[in-house]
Protein backbone atom coordinates (compact mmCIF):
# COMPACT_ATOMS: atom_id res chain seq x y z
CA UNK A 1 0.00 0.00 0.00
CA UNK A 2 0.88 3.59 -0.43
CA UNK A 3 3.25 4.87 2.02
CA UNK A 4 3.24 8.35 3.46
CA UNK A 5 5.73 9.82 0.77
CA UNK A 6 5.20 7.17 -1.61
CA UNK A 7 7.31 4.92 -3.74
CA UNK A 8 9.78 6.71 -5.74
CA UNK A 9 9.40 4.39 -8.88
CA UNK A 10 5.48 3.86 -10.79
CA UNK A 11 3.82 0.83 -9.66
CA UNK A 12 3.24 -0.37 -13.61
CA UNK A 13 6.50 0.80 -15.76
CA UNK A 14 6.22 -0.17 -19.66
CA UNK A 15 8.69 1.60 -22.04
CA UNK A 16 9.30 0.65 -25.58
CA UNK A 17 7.52 -2.60 -25.54
CA UNK A 18 7.26 -5.00 -28.49
CA UNK A 19 5.66 -7.63 -28.31
CA UNK A 20 5.94 -10.29 -31.75
CA UNK A 21 3.87 -13.69 -32.36
CA UNK A 22 6.53 -15.06 -34.99
CA UNK A 23 6.70 -12.44 -37.54
CA UNK A 24 3.48 -10.20 -36.19
CA UNK A 25 3.83 -7.27 -34.34
CA UNK A 26 1.33 -7.49 -31.76
CA UNK A 27 2.27 -4.31 -29.38
CA UNK A 28 4.85 -2.08 -30.89
CA UNK A 29 6.73 0.37 -28.49
CA UNK A 30 3.85 1.02 -26.10
CA UNK A 31 5.21 3.21 -23.03
CA UNK A 32 2.83 4.34 -19.83
CA UNK A 33 3.36 4.66 -16.13
CA UNK A 34 0.49 3.64 -13.76
CA UNK A 35 1.23 5.43 -9.86
CA UNK A 36 0.05 3.80 -6.85
CA UNK A 37 -3.59 5.04 -6.30
CA UNK A 38 -4.41 5.23 -10.31
CA UNK A 39 -6.76 3.65 -12.45
CA UNK A 40 -5.64 3.74 -15.89
CA UNK A 41 -7.80 2.42 -18.94
CA UNK A 42 -6.35 0.46 -21.56
CA UNK A 43 -8.76 0.70 -24.28
CA UNK A 44 -9.04 -0.79 -28.12
CA UNK A 45 -10.33 -2.27 -30.69
CA UNK A 46 -10.64 -6.33 -30.70
CA UNK A 47 -6.93 -7.60 -31.56
CA UNK A 48 -5.20 -4.22 -30.52
CA UNK A 49 -3.05 -5.49 -27.94
CA UNK A 50 -4.56 -5.04 -25.02
CA UNK A 51 -4.14 -8.73 -23.65
CA UNK A 52 -1.03 -9.53 -24.53
CA UNK A 53 0.39 -6.26 -23.07
CA UNK A 54 -1.26 -7.33 -19.64
CA UNK A 55 0.06 -10.38 -20.25
CA UNK A 56 3.53 -9.60 -20.42
CA UNK A 57 3.16 -7.18 -17.60
CA UNK A 58 1.81 -10.23 -15.17
CA UNK A 59 5.13 -12.38 -16.42
CA UNK A 60 3.68 -14.76 -18.79
CA UNK A 61 5.15 -13.46 -21.81
CA UNK A 62 8.70 -11.99 -22.27
CA UNK A 63 8.98 -8.74 -24.79
CA UNK A 64 10.44 -8.67 -27.60
CA UNK A 65 12.03 -5.37 -27.32
CA UNK A 66 11.89 -2.23 -24.43
CA UNK A 67 10.85 -3.06 -20.71
CA UNK A 68 8.39 -3.72 -17.93
CA UNK A 69 8.61 -3.01 -13.96
CA UNK A 70 5.90 -3.80 -12.12
CA UNK A 71 6.72 -2.30 -8.32
CA UNK A 72 10.28 -1.92 -9.78
CA UNK A 73 10.63 -5.75 -10.61
CA UNK A 74 11.04 -7.85 -13.88
CA UNK A 75 7.76 -9.79 -14.00
CA UNK A 76 8.74 -12.39 -15.88
CA UNK A 77 11.68 -13.29 -13.31
CA UNK A 78 9.89 -12.41 -10.11
CA UNK A 79 6.48 -14.21 -10.80
CA UNK A 80 6.44 -15.49 -7.56
CA UNK A 81 7.32 -12.40 -5.37
CA UNK A 82 5.18 -10.41 -7.68
CA UNK A 83 2.44 -12.95 -6.44
CA UNK A 84 1.48 -12.21 -3.09
CA UNK A 85 1.75 -8.21 -3.94
CA UNK A 86 0.19 -8.25 -7.77
CA UNK A 87 -3.81 -9.71 -8.29
CA UNK A 88 -5.07 -10.48 -11.80
CA UNK A 89 -8.83 -10.97 -12.74
CA UNK A 90 -9.30 -12.08 -16.60
CA UNK A 91 -11.92 -13.04 -18.81
CA UNK A 92 -10.94 -17.07 -17.70
CA UNK A 93 -11.69 -18.17 -14.60
CA UNK A 94 -10.51 -21.22 -12.88
CA UNK A 95 -12.27 -22.00 -9.70
CA UNK A 96 -12.69 -25.77 -8.32
CA UNK A 97 -16.37 -26.47 -9.49
CA UNK A 98 -16.92 -28.47 -6.40
CA UNK A 99 -15.62 -25.99 -3.59
CA UNK A 100 -18.65 -23.61 -2.13
CA UNK A 101 -17.56 -20.07 -2.37
CA UNK A 102 -16.97 -19.61 0.89
CA UNK A 103 -14.63 -22.42 1.09
CA UNK A 104 -13.04 -20.87 -2.29
CA UNK A 105 -12.32 -17.55 -0.61
CA UNK A 106 -10.93 -19.59 2.65
CA UNK A 107 -8.73 -21.37 0.72
CA UNK A 108 -7.67 -18.50 -1.22
CA UNK A 109 -6.69 -16.52 1.61
CA UNK A 110 -4.97 -19.57 3.33
CA UNK A 111 -2.78 -19.41 0.24
CA UNK A 112 -2.07 -15.71 0.61
CA UNK A 113 -1.56 -16.59 4.31
CA UNK A 114 -3.99 -14.09 5.02
CA UNK A 115 -6.21 -14.40 8.17
CA UNK A 116 -10.38 -15.00 7.06
CA UNK A 117 -12.17 -12.69 5.30
CA UNK A 118 -15.66 -13.40 5.18
CA UNK A 119 -16.44 -9.74 4.64
CA UNK A 120 -14.83 -9.85 1.49
CA UNK A 121 -18.34 -11.60 -0.14
CA UNK A 122 -20.24 -8.77 1.14
CA UNK A 123 -18.71 -6.35 -0.42
CA UNK A 124 -19.67 -7.96 -4.29
CA UNK A 125 -23.07 -8.82 -2.86
CA UNK A 126 -22.12 -12.56 -2.56
CA UNK A 127 -22.83 -13.18 1.16
CA UNK A 128 -26.46 -15.04 0.32
CA UNK A 129 -24.22 -17.50 -2.24
CA UNK A 130 -21.23 -18.39 0.41
CA UNK A 131 -22.73 -22.33 0.48
CA UNK A 132 -23.62 -22.06 -3.12
CA UNK A 133 -21.34 -24.51 -5.06
CA UNK A 134 -18.68 -22.71 -7.64
CA UNK A 135 -20.07 -25.11 -10.51
CA UNK A 136 -23.30 -23.58 -9.51
CA UNK A 137 -22.65 -19.86 -9.69
CA UNK A 138 -24.16 -18.11 -12.62
CA UNK A 139 -21.50 -16.34 -15.13
CA UNK A 140 -21.91 -12.68 -13.66
CA UNK A 141 -21.66 -14.21 -10.11
CA UNK A 142 -18.15 -15.80 -11.03
CA UNK A 143 -17.05 -12.77 -12.01
CA UNK A 144 -17.96 -11.15 -9.35
CA UNK A 145 -16.16 -13.81 -6.90
CA UNK A 146 -13.33 -13.36 -9.13
CA UNK A 147 -13.22 -9.63 -8.36
CA UNK A 148 -13.72 -10.30 -4.69
CA UNK A 149 -11.01 -12.79 -4.43
CA UNK A 150 -8.21 -9.99 -6.11
CA UNK A 151 -9.74 -7.58 -3.46
CA UNK A 152 -9.01 -9.68 -0.67
CA UNK A 153 -5.61 -9.80 -0.93
CA UNK A 154 -5.38 -5.93 -0.87
CA UNK A 155 -3.02 -6.24 -4.04
CA UNK A 156 -0.82 -3.15 -4.70
CA UNK A 157 -1.01 -4.03 -8.38
CA UNK A 158 -4.39 -5.11 -9.66
CA UNK A 159 -4.68 -6.01 -13.26
CA UNK A 160 -8.38 -6.17 -14.55
CA UNK A 161 -9.10 -7.34 -17.63
CA UNK A 162 -12.65 -6.51 -18.71
CA UNK A 163 -14.39 -7.06 -15.41
CA UNK A 164 -17.54 -6.40 -15.91
CA UNK A 165 -19.14 -7.96 -18.77
CA UNK A 166 -22.34 -9.90 -18.65
CA UNK A 167 -23.12 -7.64 -15.13
CA UNK A 168 -25.94 -6.16 -14.32
CA UNK A 169 -26.05 -2.79 -13.79
CA UNK A 170 -26.38 -3.03 -10.03
CA UNK A 171 -23.20 -5.36 -10.12
CA UNK A 172 -21.31 -2.95 -13.00
CA UNK A 173 -22.05 -0.30 -10.30
CA UNK A 174 -20.80 -2.38 -7.50
CA UNK A 175 -17.90 -4.09 -9.30
CA UNK A 176 -16.93 0.17 -9.78
CA UNK A 177 -17.22 1.12 -6.14
CA UNK A 178 -14.67 -1.62 -5.44
CA UNK A 179 -12.55 -0.41 -7.98
CA UNK A 180 -13.01 2.51 -6.44
CA UNK A 181 -12.46 1.43 -3.25
CA UNK A 182 -9.59 0.02 -3.78
CA UNK A 183 -7.49 3.05 -5.75
CA UNK A 184 -8.97 5.10 -2.85
CA UNK A 185 -6.50 2.49 -0.70
CA UNK A 186 -3.57 2.80 -2.88
CA UNK A 187 -3.96 -0.13 -5.38
CA UNK A 188 -2.54 0.78 -8.90
CA UNK A 189 -5.23 -0.52 -11.18
CA UNK A 190 -4.41 -1.13 -14.81
CA UNK A 191 -7.72 -1.85 -16.30
CA UNK A 192 -8.63 -2.65 -19.69
CA UNK A 193 -12.37 -2.52 -20.83
CA UNK A 194 -14.26 -1.81 -24.24
CA UNK A 195 -16.85 0.21 -21.93
CA UNK A 196 -15.55 3.33 -22.71
CA UNK A 197 -18.79 5.10 -20.70
CA UNK A 198 -16.53 2.44 -17.89
CA UNK A 199 -12.88 4.51 -18.59
CA UNK A 200 -14.87 7.53 -18.47
CA UNK A 201 -16.59 6.69 -14.89
CA UNK A 202 -13.29 5.43 -13.67
CA UNK A 203 -10.16 6.20 -15.38
CA UNK A 204 -7.18 9.01 -13.96
CA UNK A 205 -5.55 7.97 -17.31
CA UNK A 206 -6.49 6.60 -20.58
CA UNK A 207 -4.67 5.00 -23.35
CA UNK A 208 -6.29 3.88 -26.78
CA UNK A 209 -4.33 1.10 -28.96
CA UNK A 210 -5.17 0.25 -32.05
CA UNK A 211 -3.46 -2.48 -34.28
CA UNK A 212 -0.59 -2.60 -31.36
CA UNK A 213 0.21 0.91 -30.69
CA UNK A 214 -0.97 4.00 -27.92
CA UNK A 215 -2.87 6.42 -30.46
CA UNK A 216 -4.24 8.34 -27.88
CA UNK A 217 -3.19 8.91 -24.36
CA UNK A 218 -4.31 11.03 -21.26
CA UNK A 219 -7.25 12.18 -19.21
CA UNK A 220 -10.54 11.39 -20.71
CA UNK A 221 -10.99 15.02 -20.82
CA UNK A 222 -7.77 15.62 -22.86
CA UNK A 223 -8.29 13.11 -25.07
CA UNK A 224 -11.55 14.38 -26.05
CA UNK A 225 -10.62 18.00 -26.07
CA UNK A 226 -8.60 16.84 -29.11
CA UNK A 227 -11.54 16.07 -30.95
CA UNK A 228 -14.39 18.03 -32.66
CA UNK A 229 -16.98 18.95 -30.26
CA UNK A 230 -20.32 19.11 -31.34
CA UNK A 231 -23.48 21.27 -31.08
CA UNK A 232 -27.08 19.70 -32.28
CA UNK A 233 -30.46 21.92 -32.44
CA UNK A 234 -33.60 21.67 -34.09
CA UNK A 235 -34.06 25.96 -34.87
CA UNK A 236 -37.85 27.05 -35.74
CA UNK A 237 -38.38 28.28 -37.98
CA UNK A 238 -35.20 27.08 -40.14
CA UNK A 239 -33.40 28.51 -42.91
CA UNK A 240 -30.07 27.12 -43.54
CA UNK A 241 -28.98 30.07 -45.69
CA UNK A 242 -29.34 32.35 -42.95
CA UNK A 243 -27.07 30.65 -40.48
CA UNK A 244 -24.17 33.10 -39.11
CA UNK A 245 -20.75 32.35 -40.60
CA UNK A 246 -19.36 29.22 -37.60
CA UNK A 247 -15.74 28.12 -37.64
CA UNK A 248 -17.00 24.59 -37.40
CA UNK A 249 -18.31 21.96 -40.10
CA UNK A 250 -22.06 21.99 -39.94
CA UNK A 251 -24.42 19.28 -41.47
CA UNK A 252 -28.42 19.18 -41.61
CA UNK A 253 -30.28 15.83 -41.38
CA UNK A 254 -34.24 16.80 -41.58
CA UNK A 255 -34.83 19.46 -39.34
CA UNK A 256 -31.78 18.53 -36.99
CA UNK A 257 -28.67 21.03 -37.53
CA UNK A 258 -25.22 19.71 -36.42
CA UNK A 259 -22.15 21.61 -35.89
CA UNK A 260 -18.70 19.62 -35.65
CA UNK A 261 -16.22 22.48 -34.19
CA UNK A 262 -12.87 22.91 -32.13
CA UNK A 263 -13.76 26.48 -31.21
CA UNK A 264 -17.20 25.15 -29.08
CA UNK A 265 -17.68 28.13 -27.41
CA UNK A 266 -17.26 30.73 -29.98
CA UNK A 267 -19.53 29.04 -32.16
CA UNK A 268 -22.16 28.71 -29.69
CA UNK A 269 -21.96 31.90 -28.75
CA UNK A 270 -22.47 33.13 -32.26
CA UNK A 271 -25.51 31.00 -32.88
CA UNK A 272 -26.81 32.07 -29.27
CA UNK A 273 -26.46 35.28 -30.51
CA UNK A 274 -28.46 34.84 -34.15
CA UNK A 275 -31.03 33.02 -32.59
CA UNK A 276 -31.84 36.21 -29.57
CA UNK A 277 -31.36 38.91 -33.24
CA UNK A 278 -33.83 36.69 -35.44
CA UNK A 279 -36.25 35.34 -33.60
CA UNK A 280 -35.09 31.64 -33.82
CA UNK A 281 -36.04 28.82 -31.17
CA UNK A 282 -33.07 26.87 -31.04
CA UNK A 283 -35.32 23.86 -29.78
CA UNK A 284 -33.44 20.48 -28.54
CA UNK A 285 -30.16 22.49 -28.23
CA UNK A 286 -27.30 20.09 -27.46
CA UNK A 287 -23.54 21.22 -27.10
CA UNK A 288 -20.45 19.30 -25.31
CA UNK A 289 -17.31 18.19 -26.18
CA UNK A 290 -16.40 14.99 -27.97
CA UNK A 291 -17.22 11.61 -26.31
CA UNK A 292 -14.72 8.51 -25.90
CA UNK A 293 -17.15 6.99 -28.28
CA UNK A 294 -16.72 9.73 -30.73
CA UNK A 295 -13.27 9.67 -30.41
CA UNK A 296 -13.57 5.91 -31.38
CA UNK A 297 -15.75 6.30 -34.26
CA UNK A 298 -13.32 9.09 -35.79
CA UNK A 299 -10.03 6.43 -35.56
CA UNK A 300 -12.25 4.04 -37.26
CA UNK A 301 -13.51 5.97 -40.09
CA UNK A 302 -9.57 7.61 -40.25
CA UNK A 303 -8.25 4.14 -40.06
CA UNK A 304 -10.93 2.75 -42.98
CA UNK A 305 -9.88 5.46 -45.27
CA UNK A 306 -6.33 4.75 -44.83
CA UNK A 307 -7.36 1.46 -45.93
CA UNK A 308 -9.10 2.37 -49.05
CA UNK A 309 -6.38 4.78 -50.03
N1 LIG B 1 -0.87 -16.78 -29.43
C1 LIG B 1 -1.00 -15.95 -30.47
N2 LIG B 1 -0.45 -16.25 -31.67
C2 LIG B 1 -0.58 -15.41 -32.72
N3 LIG B 1 -1.22 -14.22 -32.67
C3 LIG B 1 -1.78 -13.88 -31.52
C4 LIG B 1 -1.70 -14.72 -30.35
N4 LIG B 1 -2.35 -14.11 -29.34
C5 LIG B 1 -2.82 -12.94 -29.85
N5 LIG B 1 -2.47 -12.81 -31.15
C6 LIG B 1 -2.79 -11.68 -32.03
O1 LIG B 1 -2.21 -10.52 -31.48
C7 LIG B 1 -3.06 -9.40 -31.63
C8 LIG B 1 -3.31 -8.76 -30.26
O2 LIG B 1 -4.11 -9.66 -29.49
P1 LIG B 1 -4.60 -9.27 -28.03
O3 LIG B 1 -5.32 -10.45 -27.49
O4 LIG B 1 -3.46 -8.73 -27.26
O5 LIG B 1 -5.61 -8.09 -28.37
P2 LIG B 1 -6.71 -7.38 -27.44
O6 LIG B 1 -6.53 -5.92 -27.63
O7 LIG B 1 -6.63 -7.90 -26.06
O8 LIG B 1 -8.03 -7.85 -28.15
P3 LIG B 1 -9.53 -8.13 -27.56
O9 LIG B 1 -10.10 -6.78 -27.26
O10 LIG B 1 -10.19 -8.74 -28.76
O11 LIG B 1 -9.41 -9.03 -26.39
C9 LIG B 1 -4.33 -9.91 -32.31
O12 LIG B 1 -4.23 -9.61 -33.70
C10 LIG B 1 -4.29 -11.41 -32.08
O13 LIG B 1 -4.89 -12.11 -33.14
Not at 68 to 91: E, F, K, N, S, Y
Not at 162 to 175: F, I, K, Q
Not at 194 to 203: I, K, N, Q, R
Request: hydrophobic share 40%.
Amino acid sequence: MTTTTGPAFPAVDVRGLTCRYGAFTAVDDVSFAVHPGELFALLGTNGAGKTTTVETALGLRRPAAGTVAVLDRDPARHRRDLARRVAAIGQETGFAEGLTVAETLRLWTDLHRLPPRPAALDRVDLAHRADLRVGDLSGGERRRLDLALAAATEPEVLFADEPTPGLDPASRRRTWDLLRDLTAAGTAVVLTTHYLDEAAELADHVAIMDRGRIVRFGTVAEVTAAHEARITMRPEPFDPLDLPPLEGRTAIDGDTLTVRTTALQADLHRLLDWAARTGVDLGDLKAGPATLDEVFAELESARTERTRA
